[in-house]
Each structure stands twice: as structure tokens, then as C-alpha cells.
């Protein structure tokens, strides 16, 4: 009977060793499975950071290629402006050239007008010298023909009186 106790005391043992084991093999289970729940969480976590990571990568990738593409937009419109502004200084300089050489032109017209003006005032005071020598010649002609025309009547005056002379001498 003893025995049988002992045994009994032993399998008690046993069962209440059983009963803790069973508890802490319960316990450790319930910790592994919040520790595969966390471990889940964290990896879709992980699987989700890293997604983020790749769409982030993704996108500066994008953005390198936009800003590559707007910096060549950049040199190409920056190169046109040089071109412009290059353009635009020898239209100055054409422009300035143009200038000095209209202020020239503009000079060279006064001084030919004010040669112009003077000859203009040369060919008048000449006509005027012209037409007073033609009004004097008309008038040394219209003196010179009625001189003429008394030497012709004296003449004819003398005549008529020679040959009266003449005619009273016959007489």
C-alpha cells in the first residue's frame, strides 16, 4: 500500500508537474504566437517601409529624369538667349554704325543745301544782273535805233538840202 501511495504521491507529483508544464507550455505558446503576431506586424511593416522605399526611389528616379530633362530645356533656352543676346549687340552695333553714318549723311545734305541755297542765291542775283543788262541793252538799243534814225533823217535832211543846194545852184 505503501507502494501505492508512493506511487499515487509520485504520479500527483507528476501530474501537478505535468499540470505546470502544461501551464508554462500554454503560456510560452500564447507568447510565441503574440511574438509571430508582432513578428507579422513588423514584417508587413518592414514589407511596407520597403514598398515606400521602392515608390520613393521611384519617384526621385522620376524626378532626376524631369529635372535632367528641364535642365537640357534650360541649356537649350540658355544657349537661344545667348544666341539672342549675341544677335542683339551687333544690331546695336549695326545700329550705331547707322547712326554715324545718317549723322554724317545729314551733315553732308545740310552742307550741299547750304551750297544749294548759296548757288540758288548766285543764279538769282545773276538773272537780276542778266535782266537789268537786258532792260539796259533794250534801252541802248531803243537810244541806238532812234539815233539811228535821226542820223538817217538828217541824213535824208541833208540830202534833201544838198539837192536843193544843188538845184538852186543850177538855177
Known amino acids: 500500500n505503501l507502494m501505492i501511495e508512493k506511487l499515487a504521491s509520485i ?3 507528476k501530474n501537478a508537474a505535468l499540470d505546470n508544464e502544461e501551464t508554462e507550455t500554454q503560456a510560452c505558446q500564447i507568447e510565441l504566437e ?8 513588423q514584417h508587413d511593416e518592414r514589407r511596407q517601409l520597403i514598398k515606400q522605399w521602392q515608390e520613393t526611389i521611384n519617384s526621385m528616379r522620376r524626378r ?4 535632367n530633362s528641364v535642365s537640357e530645356k534650360y541649356n ?15 544690331k546695336r552695333a549695326e545700329i550705331e554704325i547707322t547712326e554715324v553714318t545718317n549723322d554724317e549723311l545729314l551733315q553732308q545734305n545740310e552742307a550741299a543745301e547750304r ?9 538769282t542775283t545773276l538773272q537780276t544782273e542778266r535782266l537789268e543788262f537786258l532792260d ?10 532812234a539815233g ?24
Open 11 to 13: 504520479a500527483v507529483e
Open 34 to 41: 503574440r511574438t509571430a503576431e508582432a513578428f507579422k506586424i
Open 64 to 67: 532626376d529624369g524631369e529635372i
Open 76 to 90: 537649350d533656352a540658355r544657349g537661344v538667349q545667348n544666341k539672342l543676346h549675341t544677335l542683339i549687340e551687333e
Open 115 to 123: 551750297t544749294i541755297q548759296t548757288k540758288r542765291q548766285e543764279c
Open 136 to 145: 539796259e541793252l533794250e534801252a541802248l538799243r531803243t537810244e541806238a535805233s
Open 148 to 171: 539811228a534814225s535821226s542820223v538817217l533823217r538828217k541824213r535824208s535832211e541833208l540830202r534833201n538840202s544838198l539837192e536843193d543846194c544843188e538845184i538852186k545852184k543850177k538855177q
